[in-house]
């Protein structure tokens, strides 16, 4: 099957660039107002772009209206700085909970009951239990055309990688942290890792298995089919609390 782009509206595009894109790293993004009210968001349209400097990029859609502006975009803009905290498996509910939109005046960490961290350099907190964090300044705004999506650019001016993780040569032990990724409206454990080439025996296994769910629902359920999901990224009901 193909889809012609142009006939689809944002919702329609949305669902299928979720669906493809798979797994998505997810930025657990911490700010502050300017009034200096702590949020909290998690991005899934995030990624590296640059090395020296140390750059990363997220994009930002309005909140589920799809008119108002979310906190998260307007604080980097107001103040120009973040923090992006790694999403693990422990964190995984309050994670899913700050897709919840609050109301502006709310400090989410609060709200959720995380613990936080001072940053070192720059003023939004990170999640204490996050093994790595990277506190950002501001260096682009990129508005898309036609939308009130936003493409933020930050330079990494801290890196924050908790002892244990740091290994010699300054490389992280990746194998060590329980990674969270986004699929379409869901999450992966990133729990697998290896190099090829593999058995050719031991790839056609795997290709054809679904993926194993942690939680209870049928390996075909998704919440894009629930009232809870936008095309936001927020969540539009807050759920179970974990």
């Not at 961290?117 to 990170?126: G, I, K, L, T």
């Not at 330079?155 to 194998?175: C, N, S």
């Not at 329980?178 to 290896?194: D, K, W």
Request: charged letters at 25%.
């Amino acid at each position: 099957m193909f889809v012609d782009a142009a006939d689809l509206d944002a919702k329609s595009a949305y669902k299928l660039l979720i669906g493809g894109i798979i797994p998505r790293a997810i930025a657990w993004v911490s700010t502050e107002s300017v009034d200096g009210v702590g949020n909290l968001a998690p991005v899934s349209f995030f990624t590296a772009v640059g090395r020296k400097p140390p750059m990363l990029s997220i994009s930002l859609q309005p909140r589920a209206d799809g008119v108002t502006l979310k906190d998260t975009f307007i604080n980097i803009r107001d103040t120009g700085e973040f923090v992006v905290n790694t999403a693990t498996l422990p964190l995984a509910g309050h994670l899913h909970r700050s897709a919840f939109e609050f109301e502006s005046d709310v400090d989410e960490f609060s709200a959720l009951e995380l613990e936080t961290e001072a940053s070192q350099v720059v003023r939004p907190r990170r999640v204490k239990d996050t093994p790595i964090a990277f506190e950002c300044r501001l260096r682009r705004i990129l508005p898309i055309e036609g939308s009130l999506d936003h493409v933020v650019w930050g330079e990494v001016v801290r890196f924050y990688v908790r002892d244990d993780l740091y290994l010699p040569g300054g490389r992280i032990d990746t194998a060590a942290i329980p990674s969270v990724g986004r699929l379409a409206a869901e999450y992966t454990l990133v729990n697998t890792v290896f190099t090829t080439p593999l058995d050719d025996d031991l790839v056609a296994r795997h290709a054809q298995t679904r993926m194993h769910r942690l939680d209870e629902h049928a390996s075909d359920w998704s919440p894009i089919d629930t009232d809870a999901w936008s095309a936001s990224g927020s969540t539009i009901t807050e759920g179970p609390k974990s």
